[in-house]
Protein backbone atom coordinates (compact mmCIF):
# COMPACT_ATOMS: atom_id res chain seq x y z
CA UNK A 1 0.00 0.00 0.00
CA UNK A 2 1.50 3.58 -1.31
CA UNK A 3 2.21 6.31 1.03
CA UNK A 4 -0.70 7.79 3.35
CA UNK A 5 -1.64 11.37 2.52
CA UNK A 6 -3.63 13.71 4.62
CA UNK A 7 -5.63 14.76 1.63
CA UNK A 8 -5.33 13.45 -2.59
CA UNK A 9 -6.99 16.10 -4.78
CA UNK A 10 -8.44 15.22 -7.51
CA UNK A 11 -7.92 17.47 -11.04
CA UNK A 12 -4.92 19.89 -11.50
CA UNK A 13 -7.24 22.51 -12.93
CA UNK A 14 -7.23 26.16 -10.92
CA UNK A 15 -9.25 25.24 -8.08
CA UNK A 16 -7.67 21.26 -7.57
CA UNK A 17 -3.94 23.27 -8.13
CA UNK A 18 -5.40 26.19 -5.25
CA UNK A 19 -6.74 23.56 -3.03
CA UNK A 20 -3.42 21.78 -2.68
CA UNK A 21 -1.20 24.83 -2.01
CA UNK A 22 -3.31 26.01 0.57
CA UNK A 23 -3.94 22.47 2.51
CA UNK A 24 -0.18 21.85 1.76
CA UNK A 25 0.85 25.56 3.69
CA UNK A 26 -1.46 24.76 6.26
CA UNK A 27 0.38 21.49 7.09
CA UNK A 28 -1.94 18.90 5.46
CA UNK A 29 0.16 16.16 3.13
CA UNK A 30 -1.34 16.72 0.08
CA UNK A 31 -1.38 14.47 -3.13
CA UNK A 32 -2.48 15.92 -6.12
CA UNK A 33 -3.42 13.81 -9.49
CA UNK A 34 -4.15 15.05 -12.57
CA UNK A 35 -4.72 12.58 -15.72
CA UNK A 36 -3.25 15.06 -18.52
CA UNK A 37 -1.30 18.16 -18.14
CA UNK A 38 -2.00 20.48 -15.40
CA UNK A 39 -4.50 23.53 -16.36
CA UNK A 40 -5.31 21.11 -19.27
CA UNK A 41 -9.23 21.86 -19.45
CA UNK A 42 -11.39 24.79 -18.16
CA UNK A 43 -8.29 26.33 -16.38
CA UNK A 44 -5.99 27.31 -20.13
CA UNK A 45 -9.19 27.99 -21.69
CA UNK A 46 -11.21 30.69 -19.91
CA UNK A 47 -11.66 34.47 -20.92
CA UNK A 48 -8.17 35.33 -19.14
CA UNK A 49 -10.40 37.55 -16.53
CA UNK A 50 -10.08 38.88 -12.75
CA UNK A 51 -13.41 40.35 -12.86
CA UNK A 52 -16.21 41.24 -10.86
CA UNK A 53 -18.13 40.25 -13.14
CA UNK A 54 -19.91 43.22 -13.92
CA UNK A 55 -23.23 41.62 -15.64
CA UNK A 56 -23.77 39.01 -12.90
CA UNK A 57 -24.76 42.48 -10.74
CA UNK A 58 -27.95 41.77 -12.72
CA UNK A 59 -28.60 38.53 -11.58
CA UNK A 60 -28.88 39.88 -8.05
CA UNK A 61 -25.01 37.73 -7.08
CA UNK A 62 -23.61 40.81 -4.90
CA UNK A 63 -21.82 38.36 -2.93
CA UNK A 64 -20.33 36.93 -5.73
CA UNK A 65 -19.51 40.16 -7.34
CA UNK A 66 -17.79 41.83 -3.78
CA UNK A 67 -16.00 38.47 -3.29
CA UNK A 68 -14.77 38.82 -6.37
CA UNK A 69 -14.44 42.25 -6.42
CA UNK A 70 -12.08 41.98 -3.33
CA UNK A 71 -9.56 39.17 -4.68
CA UNK A 72 -8.78 41.01 -7.68
CA UNK A 73 -6.43 43.34 -5.28
CA UNK A 74 -5.28 39.93 -3.48
CA UNK A 75 -4.29 38.63 -7.21
CA UNK A 76 -2.99 42.00 -7.94
CA UNK A 77 -0.66 41.39 -4.86
CA UNK A 78 0.15 38.31 -4.96
CA UNK A 79 0.64 37.76 -9.03
CA UNK A 80 2.20 41.34 -9.89
CA UNK A 81 3.94 39.22 -12.91
CA UNK A 82 0.67 37.40 -14.68
CA UNK A 83 -2.11 39.72 -13.39
CA UNK A 84 -2.18 43.18 -14.74
CA UNK A 85 -5.07 46.10 -14.58
CA UNK A 86 -7.05 46.67 -17.98
CA UNK A 87 -9.51 49.37 -19.06
CA UNK A 88 -12.24 48.11 -20.24
CA UNK A 89 -14.40 50.32 -22.66
CA UNK A 90 -18.30 49.96 -22.45
CA UNK A 91 -20.04 51.35 -25.88
CA UNK A 92 -23.58 52.67 -24.37
CA UNK A 93 -26.38 51.40 -26.55
CA UNK A 94 -29.83 53.00 -25.68
CA UNK A 95 -32.00 50.36 -27.06
CA UNK A 96 -30.14 47.33 -24.37
CA UNK A 97 -30.26 49.32 -21.23
CA UNK A 98 -30.33 52.68 -19.57
CA UNK A 99 -28.32 54.69 -19.02
CA UNK A 100 -28.89 55.61 -15.67
CA UNK A 101 -29.25 51.42 -14.99
CA UNK A 102 -25.45 51.27 -16.33
CA UNK A 103 -24.31 54.84 -14.15
CA UNK A 104 -25.42 52.70 -10.99
CA UNK A 105 -24.00 49.66 -11.99
CA UNK A 106 -20.76 50.88 -12.26
CA UNK A 107 -21.20 52.85 -9.44
CA UNK A 108 -22.17 49.89 -7.20
CA UNK A 109 -18.91 47.92 -8.76
CA UNK A 110 -16.63 50.59 -7.79
CA UNK A 111 -18.31 50.68 -4.28
CA UNK A 112 -19.14 46.88 -3.32
CA UNK A 113 -15.57 46.11 -2.30
CA UNK A 114 -12.10 48.21 -1.46
CA UNK A 115 -10.98 49.25 -4.68
CA UNK A 116 -6.95 50.14 -3.75
CA UNK A 117 -5.53 50.12 -6.82
CA UNK A 118 -7.65 50.85 -9.58
CA UNK A 119 -9.19 53.60 -11.05
CA UNK A 120 -12.86 54.00 -10.91
CA UNK A 121 -15.37 54.41 -13.35
CA UNK A 122 -16.19 57.29 -15.79
CA UNK A 123 -18.59 58.15 -18.78
CA UNK A 124 -17.24 59.19 -21.96
CA UNK A 125 -17.33 61.11 -25.32
CA UNK A 126 -16.58 59.26 -28.21
CA UNK A 127 -16.35 61.97 -30.82
CA UNK A 128 -13.52 62.93 -28.68
CA UNK A 129 -12.40 60.40 -27.07
CA UNK A 130 -9.37 58.05 -28.54
CA UNK A 131 -11.40 54.67 -27.15
CA UNK A 132 -14.10 55.53 -29.83
CA UNK A 133 -11.97 55.54 -32.48
CA UNK A 134 -12.63 51.94 -33.17
CA UNK A 135 -16.17 51.91 -32.68
CA UNK A 136 -18.69 52.35 -35.04
CA UNK A 137 -19.88 56.53 -35.83
CA UNK A 138 -23.82 55.24 -34.92
CA UNK A 139 -21.70 54.56 -30.97
CA UNK A 140 -21.58 58.23 -29.30
CA UNK A 141 -20.69 57.59 -26.27
CA UNK A 142 -20.28 55.01 -23.40
CA UNK A 143 -18.64 54.21 -20.08
CA UNK A 144 -15.05 52.93 -19.28
CA UNK A 145 -13.81 50.92 -16.12
CA UNK A 146 -11.26 49.01 -14.55
CA UNK A 147 -11.07 45.01 -13.79
CA UNK A 148 -7.94 42.65 -14.67
CA UNK A 149 -6.44 40.77 -16.93
CA UNK A 150 -4.52 36.88 -16.03
CA UNK A 151 -2.47 34.59 -17.62
CA UNK A 152 -5.11 31.42 -16.94
CA UNK A 153 -2.62 28.41 -17.07
CA UNK A 154 0.10 29.95 -15.31
CA UNK A 155 -2.00 31.13 -12.55
CA UNK A 156 -2.55 26.86 -12.17
CA UNK A 157 1.06 26.16 -13.05
CA UNK A 158 2.23 28.86 -10.43
CA UNK A 159 -0.19 27.50 -7.80
CA UNK A 160 1.34 23.77 -8.37
CA UNK A 161 4.56 25.17 -8.08
CA UNK A 162 4.08 26.61 -4.51
CA UNK A 163 1.66 23.44 -3.13
CA UNK A 164 5.34 21.47 -3.97
CA UNK A 165 7.95 23.87 -2.40
CA UNK A 166 5.45 23.20 0.04
CA UNK A 167 5.68 19.93 0.51
CA UNK A 168 2.65 18.54 -1.73
CA UNK A 169 3.46 15.82 -3.92
CA UNK A 170 1.95 16.71 -7.82
CA UNK A 171 1.46 13.88 -10.31
CA UNK A 172 0.30 14.84 -14.21
CA UNK A 173 -0.25 12.34 -16.46
CA UNK A 174 -1.87 10.12 -13.27
CA UNK A 175 -5.81 9.32 -13.42
CA UNK A 176 -7.84 8.27 -10.85
CA UNK A 177 -9.66 5.29 -11.41
CA UNK A 178 -11.47 4.64 -8.20
CA UNK A 179 -11.88 4.85 -4.73
CA UNK A 180 -12.95 2.51 -1.74
CA UNK A 181 -13.90 4.31 1.51
CA UNK A 182 -13.93 2.81 5.09
CA UNK A 183 -13.45 4.69 8.58
CA UNK A 184 -10.00 5.29 8.38
CA UNK A 185 -9.75 6.63 5.02
CA UNK A 186 -9.79 5.81 1.53
CA UNK A 187 -7.97 3.68 -0.94
CA UNK A 188 -7.80 5.03 -4.06
CA UNK A 189 -6.58 3.46 -7.37
CA UNK A 190 -4.66 5.66 -9.76
CA UNK A 191 -2.95 4.70 -12.98
CA UNK A 192 -0.13 6.16 -14.58
CA UNK A 193 -0.05 7.22 -18.46
CA UNK A 194 2.18 4.11 -19.29
CA UNK A 195 -0.68 1.75 -17.55
CA UNK A 196 0.65 0.94 -14.41
CA UNK A 197 -1.58 1.03 -11.14
CA UNK A 198 -1.08 1.93 -8.10
CA UNK A 199 -2.81 2.04 -4.72
CA UNK A 200 -2.25 4.97 -2.20
CA UNK A 201 -3.98 6.20 1.02
CA UNK A 202 -5.67 9.24 1.89
CA UNK A 203 -7.71 11.07 4.63
CA UNK A 204 -9.81 12.70 2.63
CA UNK A 205 -10.36 13.32 -0.85
CA UNK A 206 -11.09 16.50 -2.80
CA UNK A 207 -12.93 15.70 -6.02
CA UNK A 208 -11.56 19.21 -8.00
CA UNK A 209 -12.43 17.78 -11.57
CA UNK A 210 -13.61 20.49 -13.18
CA UNK A 211 -16.22 19.12 -16.09
CA UNK A 212 -15.65 15.70 -14.90
CA UNK A 213 -16.40 16.27 -11.70
CA UNK A 214 -19.24 13.96 -11.80
CA UNK A 215 -17.59 10.91 -13.42
CA UNK A 216 -14.93 11.38 -10.55
CA UNK A 217 -17.98 11.22 -8.51
CA UNK A 218 -19.09 8.11 -9.53
CA UNK A 219 -15.64 6.28 -9.48
CA UNK A 220 -15.79 7.14 -5.43
CA UNK A 221 -18.71 4.97 -4.95
CA UNK A 222 -20.03 7.72 -2.67
CA UNK A 223 -24.10 9.08 -3.27
CA UNK A 224 -24.03 11.88 -5.61
CA UNK A 225 -23.81 15.66 -3.73
CA UNK A 226 -25.24 17.99 -5.97
CA UNK A 227 -24.93 18.14 -10.31
CA UNK A 228 -23.48 19.72 -12.94
CA UNK A 229 -24.41 21.63 -15.84
CA UNK A 230 -21.50 21.78 -18.47
CA UNK A 231 -21.89 25.07 -20.72
CA UNK A 232 -19.07 25.91 -23.21
CA UNK A 233 -17.63 29.15 -23.79
CA UNK A 234 -15.98 29.51 -27.17
CA UNK A 235 -13.40 32.59 -27.93
CA UNK A 236 -11.47 33.32 -31.48
CA UNK A 237 -7.93 35.10 -32.07
CA UNK A 238 -8.21 37.93 -34.50
CA UNK A 239 -5.43 39.79 -35.85
CA UNK A 240 -5.41 43.09 -33.72
CA UNK A 241 -8.78 45.21 -34.67
CA UNK A 242 -7.18 48.65 -32.62
CA UNK A 243 -4.56 49.96 -31.46
CA UNK A 244 -4.27 50.35 -27.65
CA UNK A 245 -4.57 48.56 -24.28
CA UNK A 246 -7.85 48.75 -23.60
CA UNK A 247 -10.29 45.88 -24.06
CA UNK A 248 -14.10 46.02 -24.75
CA UNK A 249 -16.86 44.94 -23.14
CA UNK A 250 -20.32 44.90 -25.83
CA UNK A 251 -23.66 44.11 -24.92
CA UNK A 252 -24.90 41.52 -27.48
CA UNK A 253 -28.40 41.67 -28.74
CA UNK A 254 -29.48 38.93 -26.56
CA UNK A 255 -28.76 41.01 -23.80
CA UNK A 256 -25.10 38.36 -22.57
CA UNK A 257 -22.14 40.31 -23.15
CA UNK A 258 -18.95 39.68 -25.59
CA UNK A 259 -15.13 41.38 -24.74
CA UNK A 260 -12.93 41.95 -26.50
CA UNK A 261 -9.32 41.92 -25.57
CA UNK A 262 -5.53 42.80 -26.81
CA UNK A 263 -4.08 39.35 -26.78
CA UNK A 264 -0.17 38.93 -26.82
CA UNK A 265 0.75 42.20 -28.67
CA UNK A 266 -0.43 41.58 -31.78
CA UNK A 267 -3.80 39.51 -31.40
CA UNK A 268 -7.83 40.56 -30.68
CA UNK A 269 -9.44 37.71 -28.06
CA UNK A 270 -12.88 37.99 -28.63
CA UNK A 271 -15.42 35.48 -26.35
CA UNK A 272 -17.37 34.34 -24.82
CA UNK A 273 -20.62 32.11 -26.10
CA UNK A 274 -22.76 30.48 -23.33
CA UNK A 275 -23.93 26.90 -25.20
CA UNK A 276 -25.30 23.83 -23.39
CA UNK A 277 -22.73 21.43 -24.32
CA UNK A 278 -23.51 17.89 -25.15
CA UNK A 279 -20.80 14.83 -24.56
CA UNK A 280 -17.24 15.25 -23.15
CA UNK A 281 -15.81 18.25 -22.10
CA UNK A 282 -12.89 17.07 -23.90
CA UNK A 283 -14.42 17.08 -27.44
CA UNK A 284 -15.17 21.36 -26.97
CA UNK A 285 -14.25 23.31 -29.70
CA UNK A 286 -15.86 26.78 -31.15
CA UNK A 287 -17.98 25.37 -33.49
CA UNK A 288 -19.16 27.68 -36.75
CA UNK A 289 -22.18 29.42 -35.28
CA UNK A 290 -20.11 30.15 -32.45
CA UNK A 291 -17.43 31.88 -34.94
CA UNK A 292 -20.10 33.44 -36.73
CA UNK A 293 -22.16 34.48 -33.34
CA UNK A 294 -18.63 36.09 -32.26
CA UNK A 295 -18.20 37.82 -35.58
CA UNK A 296 -21.16 39.39 -35.53
CA UNK A 297 -21.30 40.81 -32.19
CA UNK A 298 -18.00 42.47 -32.88
CA UNK A 299 -19.93 43.68 -36.40
CA UNK A 300 -22.40 45.44 -35.04
CA UNK A 301 -20.24 47.79 -33.28
CA UNK A 302 -17.22 48.36 -34.26
CA UNK A 303 -16.25 50.06 -37.82
CA UNK A 304 -14.57 47.82 -39.17
CA UNK A 305 -16.85 44.21 -39.68
CA UNK A 306 -15.09 40.78 -39.56
CA UNK A 307 -15.64 37.36 -40.81
CA UNK A 308 -14.97 33.88 -39.61
CA UNK A 309 -12.21 33.84 -42.25
CA UNK A 310 -9.79 36.25 -40.27
CA UNK A 311 -9.49 33.95 -37.36
CA UNK A 312 -6.37 32.85 -36.47
CA UNK A 313 -6.64 30.18 -33.63
CA UNK A 314 -10.08 29.59 -31.48
CA UNK A 315 -10.46 27.42 -28.56
CA UNK A 316 -12.87 26.76 -25.86
CA UNK A 317 -13.73 26.52 -22.18
CA UNK A 318 -16.77 23.89 -20.66
CA UNK A 319 -17.64 25.89 -17.65
CA UNK A 320 -19.16 22.96 -15.09
CA UNK A 321 -22.09 25.38 -13.35
CA UNK A 322 -23.58 23.90 -10.30
CA UNK A 323 -26.97 22.71 -11.24
CA UNK A 324 -29.62 25.31 -10.00
CA UNK A 325 -32.47 24.55 -12.49
CA UNK A 326 -32.18 27.69 -14.50
CA UNK A 327 -33.25 27.53 -17.91
CA UNK A 328 -31.34 29.85 -19.77
CA UNK A 329 -27.19 29.03 -20.03
CA UNK A 330 -26.57 32.85 -18.99
CA UNK A 331 -28.59 33.47 -16.00
CA UNK A 332 -27.12 29.44 -14.13
CA UNK A 333 -25.32 30.86 -11.14
CA UNK A 334 -21.73 31.42 -12.18
CA UNK A 335 -20.88 31.31 -7.87
CA UNK A 336 -19.50 27.95 -6.52
CA UNK A 337 -20.81 25.44 -4.30
CA UNK A 338 -18.68 23.10 -1.69
CA UNK A 339 -20.54 19.85 -0.60
CA UNK A 340 -19.03 18.32 1.98
CA UNK A 341 -19.87 14.43 2.54
CA UNK A 342 -18.08 13.15 5.92
CA UNK A 343 -20.84 10.89 6.66
CA UNK A 344 -17.62 8.37 6.95
CA UNK A 345 -14.19 9.70 5.77
CA UNK A 346 -14.72 13.43 4.09
CA UNK A 347 -14.82 13.75 0.66
CA UNK A 348 -15.37 17.33 -0.69
CA UNK A 349 -16.90 18.25 -4.14
CA UNK A 350 -16.74 21.26 -6.02
CA UNK A 351 -19.23 22.33 -8.31
CA UNK A 352 -18.31 25.56 -10.55
CA UNK A 353 -15.81 28.32 -9.53
CA UNK A 354 -14.01 30.75 -11.47
CA UNK A 355 -10.55 31.86 -11.90
CA UNK A 356 -10.85 35.12 -10.04
CA UNK A 357 -12.16 33.64 -7.37
CA UNK A 358 -10.17 30.14 -7.22
CA UNK A 359 -8.24 31.53 -4.06
CA UNK A 360 -11.27 32.17 -1.48
CA UNK A 361 -12.82 28.73 -2.64
CA UNK A 362 -9.48 26.65 -2.29
CA UNK A 363 -9.58 28.02 1.93
CA UNK A 364 -13.06 27.60 2.23
CA UNK A 365 -12.73 24.15 0.83
CA UNK A 366 -9.36 23.56 3.04
CA UNK A 367 -11.09 25.13 6.79
CA UNK A 368 -14.11 22.57 5.91
CA UNK A 369 -11.84 19.48 5.30
CA UNK A 370 -9.26 20.86 8.02
CA UNK A 371 -12.31 21.10 10.80
CA UNK A 372 -13.53 17.28 9.06
CA UNK A 373 -10.23 15.93 10.26
CA UNK A 374 -9.80 17.66 13.28
CA UNK A 375 -6.80 19.76 12.39
CA UNK A 376 -6.74 23.27 13.00
CA UNK A 377 -4.45 25.99 10.99
CA UNK A 378 -4.85 29.70 9.96
CA UNK A 379 -5.39 30.51 6.50
CA UNK A 380 -2.55 32.64 5.01
CA UNK A 381 -2.92 32.81 1.61
CA UNK A 382 -3.93 36.15 0.98
CA UNK A 383 -0.83 37.20 2.19
CA UNK A 384 1.69 35.19 0.26
CA UNK A 385 3.21 35.81 -3.25
CA UNK A 386 2.63 33.21 -6.25
CA UNK A 387 6.48 31.97 -7.48
CA UNK A 388 7.49 34.56 -9.23
CA UNK A 389 5.03 37.49 -8.19
CA UNK A 390 7.62 39.14 -5.15
CA UNK A 391 9.37 42.39 -6.73
CA UNK A 392 10.29 43.35 -3.44
CA UNK A 393 8.39 46.40 -3.58
CA UNK A 394 8.71 47.71 -7.00
CA UNK A 395 6.12 47.02 -9.80
CA UNK A 396 5.96 45.22 -12.72
CA UNK A 397 8.20 48.10 -14.63
CA UNK A 398 10.38 48.87 -11.93
CA UNK A 399 10.87 45.24 -11.74
CA UNK A 400 12.03 45.01 -15.13
CA UNK A 401 14.02 48.16 -15.48
CA UNK A 402 15.90 45.93 -13.01
CA UNK A 403 16.37 42.86 -15.28
CA UNK A 404 17.14 44.83 -18.07
CA UNK A 405 20.43 46.36 -15.80
CA UNK A 406 21.16 42.98 -14.61
CA UNK A 407 21.12 41.23 -18.41
CA UNK A 408 21.43 43.83 -20.75
CA UNK A 409 22.14 41.60 -23.28
CA UNK A 410 18.51 40.25 -23.22
CA UNK A 411 16.37 41.92 -26.48
CA UNK A 412 13.70 43.96 -25.04
CA UNK A 413 10.71 41.91 -26.37
CA UNK A 414 12.14 38.51 -24.93
CA UNK A 415 12.77 40.85 -21.63
CA UNK A 416 9.12 41.62 -21.51
CA UNK A 417 7.71 38.81 -22.47
CA UNK A 418 9.85 36.87 -19.66
CA UNK A 419 9.50 39.07 -16.75
CA UNK A 420 5.69 38.49 -17.28
CA UNK A 421 5.61 35.10 -17.26
CA UNK A 422 8.65 34.09 -14.41
CA UNK A 423 8.34 37.55 -12.74
CA UNK A 424 11.20 37.79 -10.06
CA UNK A 425 12.43 33.89 -11.19
CA UNK A 426 13.85 35.07 -14.27
CA UNK A 427 17.44 35.05 -13.02
CA UNK A 428 16.98 31.67 -11.64
CA UNK A 429 16.03 30.83 -15.17
CA UNK A 430 18.55 33.06 -17.05
CA UNK A 431 21.11 31.49 -14.57
CA UNK A 432 24.98 31.98 -15.56
CA UNK A 433 24.04 33.12 -19.13
CA UNK A 434 26.54 36.58 -20.31
CA UNK A 435 24.70 36.13 -23.54
CA UNK A 436 21.44 35.06 -25.61
CA UNK A 437 23.64 32.04 -27.38
CA UNK A 438 24.09 30.97 -23.13
CA UNK A 439 20.62 29.98 -23.75
CA UNK A 440 20.57 27.68 -26.54
CA UNK A 441 18.54 27.03 -29.50
CA UNK A 442 16.01 29.22 -30.20
CA UNK A 443 12.69 27.28 -31.80
CA UNK A 444 11.38 30.20 -33.14
CA UNK A 445 9.56 33.12 -31.14
CA UNK A 446 12.22 33.20 -29.13
CA UNK A 447 11.55 30.18 -26.77
CA UNK A 448 15.06 29.32 -26.14
CA UNK A 449 16.58 25.53 -25.32
CA UNK A 450 17.52 26.99 -21.22
CA UNK A 451 13.25 28.09 -21.26
CA UNK A 452 12.06 24.70 -22.72
CA UNK A 453 14.25 23.04 -20.08
CA UNK A 454 13.29 24.86 -17.20
CA UNK A 455 9.10 24.63 -17.84
CA UNK A 456 10.07 20.61 -17.71
CA UNK A 457 12.37 20.11 -14.93
CA UNK A 458 10.32 22.71 -12.82
CA UNK A 459 6.78 23.63 -14.45
CA UNK A 460 5.73 19.56 -15.06
CA UNK A 461 5.49 20.36 -18.99
CA UNK A 462 6.19 17.13 -21.03
CA UNK A 463 4.91 17.91 -24.53
CA UNK A 464 5.57 20.35 -26.70
CA UNK A 465 1.44 21.47 -26.51
CA UNK A 466 2.06 21.85 -22.90
CA UNK A 467 4.94 24.27 -23.74
CA UNK A 468 3.50 26.09 -26.51
CA UNK A 469 -0.64 26.20 -25.71
CA UNK A 470 -0.26 26.15 -21.82
CA UNK A 471 2.62 27.20 -20.35
CA UNK A 472 3.39 29.83 -22.74
CA UNK A 473 0.85 30.80 -25.75
CA UNK A 474 4.06 30.84 -28.09
CA UNK A 475 2.22 28.36 -30.45
CA UNK A 476 0.27 31.46 -31.85
CA UNK A 477 3.73 33.29 -32.98
CA UNK A 478 5.21 30.29 -34.43
CA UNK A 479 4.87 28.78 -37.67
CA UNK A 480 3.67 25.27 -38.29
CA UNK A 481 7.01 24.12 -39.16
CA UNK A 482 8.76 25.96 -36.02
CA UNK A 483 5.79 23.81 -33.85
CA UNK A 484 6.29 20.58 -35.91
CA UNK A 485 10.71 20.91 -35.20
CA UNK A 486 9.97 21.09 -31.43
CA UNK A 487 7.67 18.60 -30.99
CA UNK A 488 10.36 16.52 -32.87
CA UNK A 489 13.02 17.77 -30.31
CA UNK A 490 10.86 16.83 -27.16
Same mark, same amino acid.
Given at each position: ??????? @???????????????????????????????????????????????????????????????????????????????????????????????????????????????????????????????LSPA????????????? %??? @???????????RGAT??TRTA????????????????????????????????? *????????????????????????????????????? +???????????????????????????? =??????????????????????????? +????????????????????????????????????? @??????????????????????????? *??????????? +?????? *?????????????????????????????????????????????????????? @?????? =???????????????????????? %?????????????????????????
Open positions: MGHAFDL @LVIGGGINGAGIARDAAGRGLSTCLVERGDLAGGTSSNSSKLVHGGLRYLEHYEFRLVREALAEREVLLRIAPHIVWPMRFVLPHRAEMRPRWLIRAGLFLYDHLARRVSLPGAEGLDFRTHPYGAPIANGFAYSDCWVE %DSR @LVVLNAKDAARIRFVDAARDADGWTVRLRAGDGAEETLRAKALVNA *AGPWVMAAQDATHAKRAGSVRLIRGSHIVLPALYEGE +QAYILQNDDRRVVFVIPYQGRFSLVGTT =DVPHEGDAATAHCTPEEAAYLCAAVSR +QFRRAVTPAEIVWSYSGVRPLYDDGSDDPSAITRDYV @LKLDDSAAPLLSIYGGKITTYRRLAEE *AVEKLAHALGR +QAPAWT *AGAALPGGDFGGRDLPGYETEIAARFPWLPAPLRARLVRAYGSEVPDLLGEAAS @LADLGQ =DHGAGLTQREVDWLMREEWARTAE %DILWRRSRLGLHMTPEQREALAAVI
